[in-house]
């Protein structure tokens, strides 16, 4: 039977992922923070990098109890996807639909992340903490989505 410190191999690699991602989404919207000139959305977005590197950090101590060494950086894919909203930011000046649109799409591959992650992983003993990130990510994916459409 599996425990918070006997997890098996497919649980823990899952959880790898989620710390990739939550990564990758920290250091996305601490980014678009800075881009952004509404100091509104600039704030919301550090809330929701603060909140994701929290998810990553209470990850890593989870794989680390379960003697992995747990993941400490984001994918080539979040770099490469930061990269374009950098560009994408600059070339439309802190456009709000844009960086909205672009945090969304983020927002999107976190969220399909931890479904797969909470599928696979069903009836672990993690799955409240992963529920409870799940909803926080679901929130912010709708509240960007909320503040994309009004700037449609």
Same mark, same amino acid.
């Given at each position: 039977? /599996?425990?918070?410190?006997?997890?098996?191999? !497919?649980?823990? =690699?899952?959880?790898?992922?989620?710390?990739?991602?939550?990564?990758?989404? =920290? /250091? $996305?919207?601490?980014?678009?923070?800075?881009?952004?000139?509404?100091?509104?959305? %600039?704030?919301?977005?550090?809330?929701? $990098?603060?909140?994701? !590197?929290?998810?990553?950090? /209470?990850?890593?101590?989870?794989? $680390?109890?379960?003697?992995? /060494?747990?993941?400490?950086?984001?994918?080539?894919? $979040?770099?490469?996807?930061?990269?374009?909203?950098?560009?994408?930011? %600059?070339?439309? =000046?802190?456009?709000?639909?844009?960086?909205?649109?672009?945090?969304?799409?983020?927002?999107?591959?976190?969220? !399909?992340?931890? !479904?797969?992650?909470?599928?696979?992983?069903?009836?672990?003993?993690?799955? %409240?903490?992963?529920?409870?990130?799940?909803?926080?990510?679901?929130?912010?994916?709708?509240?960007?989505?909320?503040?994309?459409?009004?700037?449609?």
């Amino acid at each position: 039977m /599996e425990t918070i410190t006997t997890l098996n191999d !497919e649980t823990v =690699s899952g959880l790898q992922d989620l710390i990739e991602i939550n990564i990758d989404s =920290s /250091e $996305g919207f601490a980014e678009a923070a800075e881009k952004i000139e509404n100091p509104d959305i %600039a704030n919301y977005f550090r809330r929701c $990098g603060q909140r994701r !590197e929290t998810f990553s950090r /209470e990850l890593q101590r989870v794989v $680390g109890m379960n003697d992995t /060494e747990p993941k400490d950086s984001g994918t080539l894919k $979040g770099t490469i996807h930061r990269w374009w909203v950098g560009i994408r930011g %600059a070339v439309q =000046s802190g456009d709000e639909h844009a960086m909205l649109a672009e945090a969304e799409r983020g927002e999107d591959a976190i969220k !399909e992340c931890y !479904e797969t992650v909470l599928k696979e992983t069903a009836g672990s003993p993690l799955n %409240a903490v992963l529920h409870r990130h799940y909803a926080s990510v679901k929130q912010d994916h709708d509240t960007i989505r909320d503040m994309r459409d009004a700037r449609a």
